[in-house]
């Protein structure tokens, strides 16, 4: 039994604040990683909530292993997510607003498996062609944070770019100044 799960015996379905990871995974083609959540019937991206004594870190490589069976060697922190925007309600009822760290996975290996009962489908997809059956909560920061997968992108090719790695550096210079 989770932490959550022990919380919600004494509040029941009324709102709580959690704190958890939402992550971005790209592959070789540049496409970002998704999946069909059972719960919701939609689409969103892997990720989770942080358990007691868990660092952001720890619950991203939890998370990722858990639902995707992928395992990562290197993530970078895009952004922190909180406040009014971030709540949500489950389809059982369970209200919660979060605190979200959003990372995206730089290095990372294993074979690609649904690895829980969270997942009905894992898929890849193009970052401007994203499924349109997206849970609320998952459209609501895209819409709200528009180029937040564009900046993973270009965080994560920075990464793995080889060559092209010091042009991303050069742009990301460029736009500071």
Same mark, same amino acid.
């Given at each position: 039994?989770?932490?959550?799960?022990?919380?919600?015996?004494?509040?029941?379905?009324?709102?709580?604040?959690?704190?958890?990871?939402?992550?971005?995974?790209?592959?070789?083609?540049?496409?970002?990683?998704?999946?069909?959540?059972?719960?919701?019937?939609?689409?969103?991206?892997?990720?989770?909530?942080?358990?007691?004594?868990?660092?952001?870190?720890?619950?991203?490589?939890?998370?990722?292993?858990?639902?995707?069976? =992928? /395992?990562?060697?290197?993530?970078? %922190?895009? +952004?922190? !997510?909180?406040?009014?925007?971030?709540?949500?309600?489950?389809? &059982?009822?369970?209200?919660?607003?979060?605190?979200?760290?959003?990372?995206?996975?730089?290095?990372?290996?294993?074979?690609?498996?649904?690895?829980?009962?969270?997942?009905?489908?894992?898929?890849?997809?193009?970052?401007?062609?994203?499924?349109?059956?997206?849970?609320?909560?998952?459209?609501?920061? =895209? /819409?709200?944070?528009?180029?937040? %997968?564009? +900046?993973? !992108?270009?965080?994560?090719?920075?990464?793995?770019?080889?060559? &092209?790695?010091?042009?991303?550096?050069?742009?990301?210079?460029?736009?500071?100044?």
């Amino acid at each position: 039994m989770g932490y959550i799960q022990d919380i919600r015996k004494y509040v029941g379905h009324e709102p709580i604040l959690t704190a958890g990871v939402g992550l971005f995974v790209f592959n070789d083609e540049d496409k970002v990683l998704m999946q069909l959540r059972v719960d919701y019937n939609s689409w969103g991206f892997p990720g989770g909530a942080m358990e007691l004594g868990e660092s952001f870190e720890d619950v991203a490589k939890r998370e990722l292993k858990e639902e995707t069976n =992928l /395992e990562i060697d290197e993530l970078t %922190l895009l +952004k922190i !997510l909180s406040g009014k925007d971030t709540y949500r309600e489950y389809p &059982n009822g369970d209200k919660l607003y979060d605190v979200t760290a959003i990372y995206v996975i730089t290095k990372y290996h294993g074979n690609l498996k649904v690895n829980d009962d969270e997942s009905k489908k894992l898929d890849w997809f193009d970052i401007n062609n994203l499924p349109n059956n997206m849970t609320k909560y998952t459209k609501n920061y =895209l /819409e709200k944070f528009g180029d937040i %997968l564009n +900046k993973a !992108l270009d965080e994560y090719k920075k990464h793995v770019g080889g060559s &092209n790695k010091w042009i991303y550096i050069l742009l990301d210079m460029v736009k500071q100044n």
